[in-house]
């Protein structure tokens, strides 16, 4: 028996926006090397910025004619991937401009000197004196930029697994790289690896009870082996389980969130945008591609659990928001509750599902960029203030800021009028028509609960006592800038008219089996 | 979008059943009017480029937004001349432009209505505003904020182009919103003194009340109709019960007198009279309170079927007119005086679109010679502010047709006009509204007709009186004034705004102009007979002018004017208070709704944050704290959170296997 190995085919014009990401990311690395260290930060920005646009044009321009699988049909490019796919270059691009935040400085200000040195040592000061910057940032967020791409397109449990730590690892060093505070920051940095790794852990033993049950790692012939019904059902729920665990974990639902608070506000705050908006996007895709190609066919055994946890993240997110006194946790804590809200709309199983679950994603990353991108601005003595007490009376010191802080809190909240409000309609009206509707009301009754925390925000800020510390706002630069109005014309767009996104998501909402 | 769209929008149920043939206006095809969406987005981009260019076009930017607004004028000139090639009836042009709501059954396009009643709007927009926009140059040269100045100018020209250019209801709901805020920005423009900051408050909260209206209305439209384009709504309108004709007639009438300041929502306009002047004779006079007599016109349709609703429009209308006038001939604060007189002028437009078919053109008659005496004498009143250090009070003025000859001049014309003196703009519109209400049937032709009669006597009087106490008689000035005449810049609008006072008149109607370019709107009338000679009518409207003025002349002008206001009679004092009217709202909206607010804020405090939610938000903190625990920093209890998570996970799997 003589196996040839035969290359498979692939389609690299349709890879073209994966393959300018990476590139981009390794020219990055390059001009680490060989670039000066003082015109780094002149050339990383353009390079990467450059690097997610013309990957989104590729994306546009070439994605929609040349759908179909590739690589041995464990890539897909079908409607929800390059949909998926955009958003994240898209929210990427939001994130990168607030990253490049210089606070009135020379270079990206958020991002420690040296990541590699020990903090507070005299070698730090020294690299300090010297000038030393951590540009490495910029191909470390494009390299994981590319591991979402992939992520969101991998019709296999291998190459699901590789794109999972494709976009993991730059994020757990980006993770620990703050500049302030650095001793947080690394022990975030490596509890977000460790947990990661556990969790990487279950999903492996998943994936090879699945491979066990099917024969395959492919997800259609995963389903083909569901429907054929191949008997060893004793491998097949457990294995499905302990995917979802792995993709449950990145996107922080309960109970594998333990890691958000301790990681959103250990790490630098521009990275905790970043990392909220695009890793959600990404591995929501991913499980939505899990659990609609893959393993469709017993859903009734995994539904339950799925809304046991959807229902844990929205009530544990919602409550623990509430006893926050730091903005960042009060964010994490309302991802995950986000993060219940769009399993929601996941569980319901039709189309519907689909195409609300992207718009949810949607909508939550371009709220969470500017509200993170906000928080980073508010200083105090050469620190983030992120206690909420110090915010108190920033609407009289900074009232643009804080109308835009403000809105965005609705839009967490859902007020109409918000994109907040729109995506949580569609994501309970799907989970409704299914026959959810208790899994809505307990939304509701969640999203009652957070109005709370985000209320209480907006109090502070508006009519907080105005002698409260030396809390200053820092003027952005023109990107942040534009990261954030962008964030909140699109929070708002979506709100007034979220028809032509919606449209979108669902005429392209079918998935390549 | 259906996902939204079929929870969200399952109105619009009705349509069906009453059999809508949706009624449909010509579609233009080429031409100017291809483009007359122009007319609203050029001074909308004047608006913009101002408030978006901040400093840099302080420069420029006034003279930008004057040459849009006068751009508007042009296209709105080029429609007009396209229109005049069609036949009468066939200048009823409409441009759709956008999708503006698809929702299943329901949807609306935004669009514009150019024909003969909206093209009258425009021109008068747009016309006398451009001119106050040059009056303005001059006006606020020295403004150090002249720029945002001319930003809410533009703004407002564009929000009422859009008001009178709608083609339904919904997109005309957008610029009366648009030109309710201009309004109030301007208003408080000045918003450094709290006394006008509050000014803009009261005028923006009671027009809220009158927005209310237009609110009830649409939604009583969208559930009988089904549609909210003019077009459906007017052709259906037969087909649609009684009641609901009149609850929507008196809704848009709400509307109406909110807008126009018409009783019982009249008492914002004295107190806007705190914006820039230029502002009040734009915004104040000339056109945005004329927003209301407008909607009655274009709801006609609505108004021939209800003749209830009709009767308490003219009835609204002869309240306000002798409101106004009472009230005007106490006022010693000349743009006060002023205010008080426009709405007495609103009041004789609104009686005359009550009287019904007979009364629309003169209606719109009236309301664009009013447009220019009116504009005017606000111009020229701000003229003799300028001589006087922005003074206001005529009991310190007198005496000053020697020294600001030309705004004596052009004011006397305006004045001229508005008493009705024989042949100027005034006495061609205003007596034919008064002669139109003697034609109303029954005990109504006597009401409206004498009450029209007396105002217009009132009139004279109390125009005399602020004409007199201000330019003639014995100079009354304090100390440090010394009048002069205004720039050119200034005097130019107020020459062409009393020509047109003079002679607009006698060029629209004797040469059947207006009734001839109106007549595809409102139709032909039957004229009823009037219950007096027309003769009689027109001798005893004269007569009384006469003894008004006359009267003005002796107590004004021969007499001394004392510098401080007289004690007067009980009518004089309740005039100086706008008839109470201030106070008849404190007592029974105000206070109520301070108490009612202050109630469910101390309800708030002591019931519901106290008790029901303090309770609650005890509870789930104390739960959350329960919760707070576990998280408790180190990673091998996370790990552990996870393993259990795993194993409760497989377990229910096991159990349910």
């Known amino acids: 028996m003589t196996d040839v190995f035969v290359a498979p085919d692939i389609d690299w014009i349709a890879l073209l926006p994966l393959i300018i990401v990476f590139v981009g990311g390794l020219v990055g690395v390059l001009v680490e090397g060989f670039a000066g260290r003082a015109s780094r930060y002149a050339v990383q920005v353009p390079l990467s910025v450059a690097t997610l646009v013309l990957a989104f044009v590729a994306l546009v321009v070439l994605g929609p004619d040349r759908q179909g699988r590739t690589g041995a049909a464990v890539l897909v490019l079908d409607g929800p991937a390059l949909l998926l796919q955009g958003l994240v270059l898209v929210l990427a691009l939001l994130g990168l401009m607030v990253m490049a935040e210089r606070l009135g400085g020379a270079q990206a200000d958020t991002f420690t000197q040296a990541g590699a040195l020990v903090p507070g040592s005299p070698e730090e000061s020294d690299a300090t004196r010297r000038g030393a910057t951590t540009t490495e940032v910029f191909p470390l967020t494009l390299m994981s930029v590319g591991g979402m791409m992939l992520f969101v397109a991998a019709n296999d449990l291998l190459l699901l697994f590789i794109a999972l730590e494709v976009l993991s690892l730059p994020l757990y060093i980006l993770v620990g790289l703050a500049r302030r505070r650095r001793l947080l920051s690394q022990e975030a940095s490596l509890k977000y690896f460790l947990l990661g790794s556990f969790s990487s852990a279950f999903y492996l033993f998943g994936a090879v009870l699945l491979y066990g049950y099917a024969g395959s790692m492919r997800f259609d012939q995963i389903a083909l082996a569901i429907s054929s019904n191949v008997g060893m059902d004793g491998l097949l729920v457990p294995g499905v389980l302990l995917v979802a665990v792995g993709l449950l974990f990145k996107v922080g639902a309960v109970p594998f969130h333990a890691w958000t608070p301790d990681v959103y506000q250990g790490a630098p705050t521009p990275v905790t945008g970043f990392m909220a908006a695009c890793t959600k996007v990404a591995a929501f895709g991913a499980m939505l591609r899990v659990f609609y190609v893959a393993v469709e066919g017993v859903r009734a055994e995994w539904q339950p659990i799925i809304a046991a946890v959807a229902t844990l993240s929205m009530v544990v997110g919602a409550l623990m928001a509430i006893v926050q006194t730091d903005v960042k946790r009060i964010l994490a804590y309302s991802s995950v509750a986000h993060a219940g809200f769009i399993l929601v709309g996941l569980i319901s199983m039709d189309q519907a599902g689909i195409s609300s679950t992207i718009f949810y994603l949607a909508t939550y990353g371009f709220m969470t960029i500017p509200a993170f991108a906000i928080v980073a601005l508010v200083r105090s003595a050469g620190t983030e203030a992120s206690q909420v007490g110090q915010w108190a009376g920033l609407g009289r010191r900074a009232p643009w800021l804080a109308a835009a802080f403000t809105f965005l809190m609705l839009a967490f909240t859902g007020i109409p009028l918000t994109s907040g409000f729109t995506g949580k309609f569609a994501v309970f009206s799907a989970a409704v028509s299914q026959g959810w509707a208790w899994l809505a009301v307990v939304g509701v009754l969640a999203s009652a609960v957070t109005a709370y925390i985000y209320f209480k925000l907006v109090v502070v800020m508006w009519l907080g006592d105005e002698d409260a510390g030396d809390t200053t706002v820092v003027n952005p630069s023109l990107l942040t800038t534009t990261a954030i109005v962008a964030g909140l014309v699109v929070t708002l767009g979506l709100g007034v008219m979220p028809s032509p996104l919606l449209d979108l998501a669902q005429s392209t909402a079918t998935f390549l089996r | ?657």
Do not use: C
Not at chain 2, 258 to 286: C, E, N, R, Y
Not at chain 2, 408 to 419: E, Q, S
């Open chain 2, 1 to 657: 979008m259906s996902l939204l769209e079929s929870t969200l929008l399952s109105v619009a149920p009705a349509a069906a059943d009453i059999g809508t043939n949706s009624g449909s206006y010509a579609v233009v095809d080429g031409g100017v009017a291809a483009v007359g969406w122009l007319m609203v987005a050029l001074p909308l981009l004047g608006a913009a480029v101002l408030l978006l260019g901040g400093r840099a076009t302080d420069r420029w930017g006034p003279l930008l937004a004057t040459v849009l607004s006068w751009s508007a004028f042009v296209v709105g000139v080029l429609v007009i001349v396209q229109m005049l090639g069609l036949a009468p009836e066939d200048r009823a042009l409409q441009l759709p432009m956008w999708e503006w709501v698809a929702a299943g059954s329901f949807s609306l396009t935004a669009g514009l209505l150019m024909d003969p009643l909206s093209m009258a709007f425009v021109m008068l927009i747009t016309f006398v505003g451009s001119l106050i926009h040059v009056y303005s140059l001059g006006y606020m040269e020295h403004d150090p904020d002249k720029r945002r100045f001319f930003a809410y100018l533009n703004l407002f020209v564009a929000a009422m182009l859009l008001l009178v250019l709608a083609d339904s209801y919904m997109l005309l709901f957008v610029g009366w919103e648009g030109v309710g805020l201009a309004s109030y920005l301007l208003i408080g423009f000045w918003n450094h003194n709290p006394a006008f900051a509050s000014a803009a408050n009261k005028a923006f909260i009671v027009n809220r009340v009158g927005d209310l209206g237009l609110i009830t209305a649409m939604a009583l439209m969208l559930a009988t109709f089904g549609a909210l384009d003019f077009a459906t709504v007017h052709a259906n309108a037969s087909g649609a019960s009684g009641t609901v004709l009149t609850l929507i007639g008196l809704a848009l009438l709400l509307a109406a007198t909110g807008k126009s300041a018409q009783f019982p929502l009249q008492s914002w306009l004295g107190d806007a009279m705190a914006g820039p002047t230029p502002v009040s004779a734009l915004i104040h006079a000339a056109t945005m309170v004329t927003a209301g007599v407008y909607l009655v016109a274009r709801s006609q349709a609505i108004y021939d079927l209800t003749p209830d609703a009709r009767l308490v429009v003219a009835v609204v209308g002869a309240i306000t007119l002798l409101y106004g006038a009472i009230v005007g001939s106490a006022k010693d604060d000349i743009k006060k005086a002023l205010a008080a007189s426009t709405m007495s002028q609103i009041g004789y437009m609104m009686l005359a679109v009550g009287l019904g078919p007979i009364g629309y053109v003169y209606a719109i008659f009236h309301l664009l010679t009013h447009g220019f005496f009116k504009a005017g004498m606000f111009l020229g009143a701000g003229s003799v502010m300028h001589a006087m250090g922005d003074q206001v009070d005529m009991r310190r003025f007198g005496a000053l047709s020697t020294k600001v000859k030309i705004t004596w001049l052009t004011f006397a014309a305006g004045w001229l006009a508005i008493i009705g003196f024989p042949f100027t703009a005034g006495w061609f519109s205003k007596d034919h509204i008064i002669e139109s209400a003697f034609t109303a049937p029954g005990w109504q032709g006597w009401v409206f007709g004498l009450v029209a009669l007396l105002g217009a006597g009132i009139t004279a009087f109390y125009m005399s009186r602020l004409f007199f106490m201000t330019f003639h008689g014995k100079a009354r000035w304090t100390d440090d004034v010394h009048p002069h005449e205004s720039p050119l810049t200034m005097t130019v609008p107020m020459m062409v705004l009393a020509l047109g006072s003079l002679v607009l008149g006698a060029v629209l109607y004797p040469t059947g102009i207006l009734t001839g370019w109106l007549d595809p709107v409102f139709g032909t009338a039957e004229h009823g007979e009037p219950l007096i000679p027309l003769l009689a009518i027109q001798v005893s409207v004269f007569v009384l002018m006469l003894l008004g003025a006359g009267l003005a002349w002796k107590m004004y002008a021969a007499g001394d004017v004392p510098q401080e206001a007289p004690h007067g009679s009980a009518l004089t004092r309740a005039a100086r208070r706008d008839l109470y009217q201030d106070d008849v709202n404190d007592t029974f909206f105000v206070g109520p709704t301070r108490t009612l607010a202050r109630t469910a804020v101390e309800t708030d405090r002591d019931l519901v944050q106290a008790g029901l939610t303090g309770g609650t938000t005890a509870g789930l903190t104390g739960l959350a704290s329960y919760l707070r625990k576990a998280q408790n920093g180190f990673v091998r209890s996370y790990a552990l959170t996870m393993l259990i998570g795993v194993v409760a996970i497989l377990g229910a799997v096991w159990v349910m296997q």
